[in-house]
């Protein structure tokens, strides 16, 4: 990652106005590309059509950047202001994440009137290159406005994309290594919930594993037991969840002797090494993005990591720099980029009150649905529709997928109920397929 230490440049104001897009406009004069804090041009700043819950205003940075501060205005000389809103941020201008502060989605303070600007500091530093405004509360006087000016620096990471076939081989300047002291960091995104992030092992028994389970991030190491088997080495701490959303996350593993450090996005576990061995043998190499190809049965049934990962380091060497120099063994690659190759899949965040509306396919009498959802709730409507001569209902009833179809035939009405599932209520993926 590269970055100015003093990292608070004006991103925003330099923009051309095609940077700047938003959910509707009031009219021209109060497009969003109008929407520069200390700037008067237009209707002087961006105003949608309706002020309601549904508006957001957009900025695209260009490429991705370090993002450290926002400001806000209202409307020049009116009474249209921002009193509150919600930031989201995303690397393609289609997966979007809330920004979080304090462990929850934040709503930051904005306006009390149309001209003095308000500044926030992120607490949480994010990357991005797309970033949306969503109004939440507005000048009562008024309708919502906005002028904005987004604070950072230029952002330099390497990106390197894991096809879940190819692995990056760390060989040690040694043949064993007897390692008393680690560090390792990295980032990484993925929609899949399954896969190994990196791994090594040694013929006496030691090994390191960081791998996501179920969507969450497993770390196993071993110093060691000892030969009788009566003390084991084995140790085990998981963290986080819901990893496979697309968005990135970053990973930290201090170890010194028996004592780790575990850092995910910020939080930390620290936990001490079952055992009573302090040095981590390891044998060769170091493996990222899957299990080394020794012919072993340790790595049967274990699915490579698919994704991408960035700012790889291990115990001070730049790990994608090495790869990009072609100083390290990726000959598993078929194809080795060092740029982050998108999901063409996004997911869809629904609240209690949110829905998605598609056009319908008139003088069709067949239907065909697949998706995948994941939820905590056991309750809920998944998709209705009208049918020609009926409905039909997808819902989650006391964590099953029940299907309701309701068809009229003349004076009569017929009804078939079908039901699937058990205990789909959780974070893990649930498919469903209606033909």
Known sequence: MCCR??????????????????????????????????????????????????????????????????????????????????????????????????????????????????????????????????????????????????YGCSYWAGVINFDGLGVISYRFKVKKMKII???????????????????????????????????????????GSNQYGSIMGHTSVTTGSLLDDNHWHSVVIERYRRNVNFTLDRHTQHFRTNGEFDHLDLDYELSFGGMPYSGKPVGAGRKNFKGCMESINYNGDNITDLARRKKIDTSSFRNLSFSCVETHTFPVFFNATSFLQLPGRANHDTISVSFQFRTWNPNGLLLFSNLN??????????????????????TRNQRVDLSSGESVCKSSHNNTQLK
């Open 5 to 150: 230490d003093k990292c608070d440049e004006a991103l925003a104001s330099p923009l051309p106005h095609t940077a700047f897009t938003s959910s509707s406009v009031f009219s021209n004069g109060y497009a969003p590309g109008y929407a520069k804090l200390n700037r008067r041009g237009g209707a002087g700043g961006w105003s949608p059509l309706d002020s309601d819950h549904y508006q957001w205003l957009q900025v695209d940075l260009g490429s991705r950047k370090q993002v450290s501060a926002l400001a806000t205005q209202g409307r020049y000389s009116s009474s249209d202001w921002t009193t509150r809103y919600r930031l989201l941020y995303s690397d393609t201008g289609r997966n979007w994440k809330p920004y979080h502060q304090d462990g929850n989605i934040w709503a930051f303070s904005g306006n009390s009137n149309s001209e003095s600007s308000v500044r926030h500091e992120l607490q949480q530093g994010i990357v991005a290159r797309f970033l949306r405004l969503v109004p939440l509360d507005w000048s009562e006087e008024g309708r919502i406005g906005l002028r904005i000016e987004v």
């Open 181 to 223: 002291k680690d560090v390792i960091a990295l980032r990484f995104k993925t929609s899949e919930s399954e896969g190994v992030i990196l791994h090594g092992e040694g013929q006496q028994g030691d090994y390191i594993t960081l791998e996501l389970r179920m969507a969450k991030l497993l770390m196993q190491i071993n110093l």
């Open 389 to 410: 001569d009926g409905t039909l209902e997808v819902s989650l009833e006391d964590s099953k997928v029940g299907v309701h179809i309701n068809v009229t035939q003349e």
